[in-house]
């Protein structure tokens, strides 16, 4: 890959002061590009996430070992306010927006509380619909009763009031449908394309990230245990038993997702 906009290079994070989550992860994301981080449920992916955005220190956690760096500079123990500052910007996996206010307020909560001013706004509240028009007929409406996927782009629109260099998006397949969820990555490989930022996407649907991703990661038991170009994770054998349940050989319309299962249990990539 070229060079990295985000590095992480060897972080451990410790819960509690004694329950290590994330042991030595490493991983880059390049300028302009969109990088994959899969893994199972509890595997770190977002604490990984809570570490490199600085929201580790509200759960009681800390980052204990490594290096975390944005655009050349060290990050590590930084604070949200402080992170978003310099365009690190995330859209978490549970409370995306405010449920009580309208869409419009959503959009200028996230306005009012921008804090680069490097350079100027590419999305403003006054353009935005323009980027998202499934949301402009639901201005005046509590996000409370948007659908699922309104509500993530809700969440990505205000996020883009930021104006994010790296936007960290975490489970956003989290609650949706199959359809509807390939319709919020279609945007947000299309907002990439225009607005030039680069994304780390977080989710347990390895097929549909990786598929939109150049680059990925996959992280168990809070290690890195393999790494590269998508196209090759998607066809290497073990991502495809571990993620996408397909065992070589198998009849994959008859596919035992116990097995899979069980596989996963017993079998570790380590060393």
């Known amino acids: 890959m070229t060079e990295a906009l985000l590095e992480v290079e060897q972080v451990e994070v410790v819960y509690d002061r004694v329950i290590r989550a ?22 770190g992916k977002t604490t990984s996430l809570r570490a490199i955005s600085g929201f580790l220190p509200s759960e009681d956690a800390m980052v204990t070992q490594g290096h975390i760096k944005f655009a050349g500079r060290e990050i590590t123990g930084w604070r949200p306010h402080q992170t978003a500052e ?8 549970h409370d995306k927006v405010f449920k009580t206010l309208t869409v419009q307020d959503n959009i200028d909560v996230g306005w009012r509380t921008r804090s680069r001013s490097d350079v100027p706004p590419s999305v403003t509240p006054a353009n935005v619909f323009d980027l998202f028009p499934s949301l402009a007929q639901h201005r005046r409406r509590e996000a409370i009763w948007l659908s699922g996927g309104e509500r993530q782009l809700l969440a990505i629109a205000t996020s883009l009031m930021k104006r994010p260099r790296l936007l960290l998006v975490d489970e956003m397949s ?33 097929r549909a990230v990786l598929e939109a991703s150049d680059y990925g990661y996959v992280i168990e038991n809070g290690m890195i245990v393999r790494d590269g170009r998508s196209h090759e994770l998607l066809n290497n054998s073990e991502v495809q038993e571990f993620y996408l349940g397909i065992r070589a050989g198998a009849d994959t319309s008859r596919s035992n997702y116990r097995d899979v299962k069980q596989y996963r249990r017993s079998r570790r990539w380590y060393g």
Request: glycine residues 10%; neutral net charge; proline residues 5%.
């Open 174 to 206: 989290l609650g949706l449908s199959p359809s509807v969820q390939a319709q919020v990555i279609e945007k947000l490989k299309t907002l990439r394309s225009q607005l030039g930022f680069s994304l780390l996407l977080v989710d347990q649907d390895a």
């Open 22 to 43: 994330v042991q030595g992860i490493s991983l880059r994301v390049p300028a302009a590009a969109t990088v994959a981080l899969i893994g199972l449920n509890g595997a």
């Open 86 to 93: 310099l365009g690190l910007v995330i859209v978490p996996e």
